[in-house]
């Protein structure tokens, strides 16, 4: 059974810094491509960004470029996530999901893990 | 990036009802649409890819259509485990999600 599970969420002040874990499982995950998408409270969700199979290339939302990184540990089937100088519009429920293939298509999804950015 | 619409923004049903969810694209996208189902706290749900086609696992009361801009998404006959918001969403290019449409009794 394919599981995306993340974690590293919590409350954290304006300028701050976070590190978002989604741990797979129940699939070879060093073959798919990843992604995170952002569910702002009230909101739609926003797709934030994408890492390659092999961790060599990352793609990011115009929003969060420059902040964020992501990162993957193939050997350990763990997607990192860091969020540095946090705002308050970042402020979401984040979600780790999986590609279908190259395409933009989400076939599995975690639960998500939310991040409050405030003072 | 591609702007994606969605109407009706909410929508009250009964179980058994036939509903239609609409979508559309600021642009043409071909059949690169895709149907997404959310509950609190839970994860999100793919149910149809590349417009028509139902994801393994989803029940054949879901359908898809459309494309170029104009997409749908039916549901022939609403269970009660189908009261959700839906998100449709295109992979034609950087993925952007239409607003959502919250489905309630």
């Known amino acids: 059974e394919v599981q995306l599970v993340e974690s590293g969420g919590g409350l954290v002040q304006p300028g701050g810094s976070l590190r978002l874990s989604c741990a797979a499982s129940?699939?070879?995950?060093?073959?798919?491509?990843m992604y995170w998408v952002r569910q702002a409270p009230g909101k739609g969700l926003v797709w934030v960004s994408t890492?390659?199979?092999?961790?060599?290339?990352?793609y990011y939302a115009d929003s969060v470029k420059g902040r964020f990184t992501l990162s993957r540990d193939n050997a350990k089937n763990t997607l990192y996530l860091q969020m540095n100088g946090l705002r308050a519009e970042d402020t979401a429920v984040y979600y780790c999901?999986?590609?279908?293939?190259?395409?933009?298509?989400?076939?599995?999804w975690g639960q998500g893990t939310l991040v409050t950015v405030s003072s | 990036d591609i702007q994606m619409t969605q109407s009706p923004s909410s929508l009250s049903a009964s179980v058994g009802d036939r509903v239609t969810i609409t979508c559309r694209a600021s642009q043409s996208i071909s059949i690169y649409l895709n149907w997404y189902q959310l509950k609190p706290g839970k994860a999100p749900k793919l149910l149809i890819y590349t417009a028509s086609t139902l994801q393994s696992g989803v029940p054949s009361r879901f359908s898809g259509s459309g494309s170029g801009t104009d997409f749908a998404l039916t549901i022939s006959s609403l269970q009660p485990e189908d009261f959700a918001t839906y998100y449709c969403q295109q992979s034609y290019t950087t993925p952007t999600f239409g607003p959502g449409t919250k489905l309630d009794i």
């Open positions: 890492i390659n199979s092999a961790g060599t290339s990352s």
């Open positions: 999901a999986r590609g279908v293939g190259t395409s933009t298509t989400f076939d599995y």
């Open positions: 129940g699939f070879t995950f060093s073959s798919y491509w």
